[in-house]
């Protein structure tokens, strides 16, 4: 029993923080969504809310604007259009060093990351940035099917910053959009 204990410690301290379910679902209207008239005006957040410490978990969220190039099951159609962009647009990619797996199916990390936790799972990008990237669109949007994954122009601060870069966008892929999005920013291991 106390070995166990022992291998379980890192575990329970690598965030220094305890947690307590509150609720289940966050709803968030959307600001616009401009991507198709299918696209759904009520954006819910699965974020539960958890109590770390004396901290809310929504304390540790942070609301972006995602700017969404395309959204599609098929990784190989985004990787085409990321790559198409880059040379268009002249936006830079950054991978994190993922790929896709076609036995999960997935965007995962390589199976010798340095990261041993999520080595050969998806670790999501969710830092303001504006690089071209494929994502799980289910990190940003739940509403979504869990296989659909996003190619991601950039997360941006503000409405603006993102509407800029989707202009920009536009001009090559005409269903491009900005997503508001509450992205977790607390400890993931």
């Not at 575990?11 to 959307?30: E, G, H, I, P, Y």
């Not at 540790?60 to 985004?78: E, G, H, M, P, R």
């Not at 669109?137 to 996003?150: I, K």
């Not at 900005?178 to 920013?185: G, Q, R």
Request: charged residues 25%.
């Amino acid at each position: 029993m106390r070995l166990i204990l022992l291998c379980l410690l890192p575990f329970l301290f690598a965030c220094n923080s305890s947690t307590t379910k509150l609720d289940d679902q966050k709803v968030v209207m959307a600001d616009t969504l401009s991507k198709s008239d299918s696209q759904l005006d009520t954006i819910v957040y699965n974020n539960e809310d958890t109590l770390v410490g004396n901290e809310s978990i929504t304390s540790q969220t942070a609301t972006y604007f995602v700017v969404i190039v395309d959204t599609s099951k098929n990784y190989f159609l985004l990787r085409e259009k990321m790559f198409r962009l880059n040379k268009l647009a002249g936006l830079k990619i950054d991978t994190m060093s993922r790929y896709y797996d076609v036995k999960k199916p997935g965007i995962i990390l390589p199976l010798d990351s340095d990261d041993e936790i999520y080595a050969g799972e998806y670790y999501p990008r969710r830092y303001p940035s504006s690089f071209l990237s494929l994502e799980h669109f289910g990190f940003y949007y739940s509403l979504t099917n869990e296989n659909t994954m996003a190619l991601v122009a950039g997360i941006c601060e503000t409405k603006v910053s993102a509407d800029s870069t989707m202009l920009k966008i536009k001009q090559y892929e005409k269903g491009a959009f900005v997503l508001k999005s509450d992205i977790y920013m607390g400890c993931m291991h």
